[in-house]
């Protein structure tokens, strides 16, 4: 069986991807994990760091997210399943990017967030192909999918 790629997207100040990823080691599940930069500070920095400091902080940024976007787009594109993880601390206007990307694209794609943002992802999740609270929901997601096994509970 070829490994399935699982570009993880969205907030970077837990550690749900660590969680995905360990927990689907363990059950041997045969993925890849790609995800965006997620030091935050070389993400903000990472333009101007290499093509020159601005002093205008929009042509600061601008830099900085063209340089993301690079990586972003070949590994959204090149993933079979696309997870989104909004978090209830900032705003992840990147993370709601990613996903309306995902979808336009065609990727299979999972939201991950607190029951708490149904209603202010309602759109994103109606774009989803399922919306999990956990990721260990998640990981129950790729086996499923992926091996065809269900853990009845």
Same mark, same amino acid.
């Given at each position: ?6 570009? $993880? %997207?969205?907030?970077?100040? @837990? ?8 927990? %689907? *080691?363990?059950?041997?599940? =045969?993925?890849?994990?790609? &995800?965006?930069v997620t !030091?935050? =500070?070389?993400? +903000? !920095?990472?333009?101007? %760091?290499?093509?020159?400091?601005? +002093? @205008? #902080?929009?042509?600061? +940024?601008?830099?900085? &997210?063209?340089?993301?976007?690079? *990586? @972003?787009?070949? $590994? $959204?594109?090149?993933? !079979? /399943?696309?997870?989104? *993880?909004?978090?209830?601390?900032? #705003? ?5 990017? !990613? ?15 607190? =029951? %708490?943002?149904?209603h202010p992802? #309602?759109?994103? +999740? &109606? ?6 609270? #956990? ?5 129950? /997601?790729?086996?499923?999918? /992926?091996?065809?096994? $269900?853990? *009845?509970?």
């Open positions: 069986m070829q490994d399935w790629t699982v570009y $993880l %997207s969205g907030e970077i100040h @837990t550690d749900w991807r660590g969680q995905i990823e360990e927990q %689907s *080691r363990a059950l041997g599940l =045969p993925v890849r994990f790609t &995800a965006p !030091d935050h =500070p070389a993400s +903000d !920095d990472c333009g101007a %760091s290499i093509l020159g400091h601005e +002093d @205008t #902080k929009f042509w600061y +940024d601008h830099k900085g &997210a063209k340089l993301n976007a690079i *990586r @972003t787009r070949s $590994l $959204l594109a090149a993933a !079979d /399943i696309v997870v989104v *993880r909004f978090g209830d601390k900032y #705003k992840q206007w990147n993370a709601a990017f !990613d996903a309306g990307y995902a979808s336009a694209l065609g990727k299979s794609l999972i939201v991950l967030h607190d =029951p %708490s943002l149904t992802l #309602k759109e994103v +999740d &109606a774009a989803a192909l399922a919306v999990a609270e #956990k990721p260990e929901q998640v990981v129950q /997601i790729l086996k499923y999918v /992926i091996n065809g096994e $269900l853990d *009845r509970t």
